[in-house]
């Protein structure tokens, strides 16, 4: 077996294997889930075959939870970030907003200057202000355990879920639905209203007064 990434290259020692893995042995067999993976994976390349637009348009717009997700990594895989960003603000479901999320923070630590490329496409693509993109990408980021350990971040997020900027209020989201598991059945839309956004915010000041952290 020879391995190569786009990082640091060639392994200098090729290893020898008695059998292939079973993730590459055609008679190994495949989980239902790896099954219907590899069913999407066949229709996406056909669709490519005539047009990767019709592909990805396709894609991200099936019910299918597992077409949408390839819709979405590929998005991250070709770097249309803008597009990614705006999926992600459309989401029609939970589990499609969680997952693109995930790609967008994959897509962000995957080399050296994805930071400075997402800053510029915030910025000259979608209009918003040096500051706001910062925060955005803090927020993609994420925290240290230490700074779970403050109340201060747990304050800073509930704020954020009324902020101007519906990036910074889907991620401010995103981060508490996963710190915070007692929150989960709080309601809350990527695209959601004024008066669904005010809801979500009081539903959080009630769960979490300010001064405290999440019970373990």
Not at 85 to 112: N, P, S, Y
Not at 118 to 141: D, H, N, S, W, Y
Request: hydrophobic residues 45%; contains cysteine.
């Amino acid at each position: 077996m020879l391995e190569w990434d786009s990082v640091s290259g060639a392994r200098p020692q090729p290893q020898k294997l008695d059998a292939l893995p079973m993730w590459a042995d055609p008679a190994a067999g495949l989980s239902d889930s790896s099954n219907a993976t590899a069913a999407a994976v066949e229709k996406f390349r056909q669709l490519r075959a005539a047009s990767a637009a019709t592909a990805i348009d396709t894609f991200l717009a099936s019910a299918d939870p597992v077409e949408q997700r390839i819709g979405l990594v590929t998005l991250g895989a070709i770097d249309d970030i803008d597009r990614l960003g705006k999926t992600v603000a459309a989401a029609k479901t939970l589990e499609e907003w969680d997952f693109g999320i995930t790609v967008l923070r994959h897509w962000l630590g995957r080399c050296q200057d994805q930071d400075r490329k997402l800053f510029t496409m915030l910025t000259t693509v979608r209009g918003l202000t040096p500051a706001q993109a910062k925060t955005v990408i803090q927020l993609l980021f994420g925290f240290t355990p230490n700074d779970l350990m403050q109340p201060e971040t747990f304050e800073v997020l509930i704020e954020y879920l009324q902020h101007d900027t519906p990036a910074v209020r889907n991620l401010a989201a995103w981060h508490l639905h996963r710190l915070v598991p007692q929150g989960k059945s709080i309601p809350f839309s990527p695209t959601g209203d004024k008066d669904a956004i005010d809801k979500t915010y009081q539903a959080w000041k009630k769960l979490l007064p300010a001064g405290q952290v999440p019970k373990k």
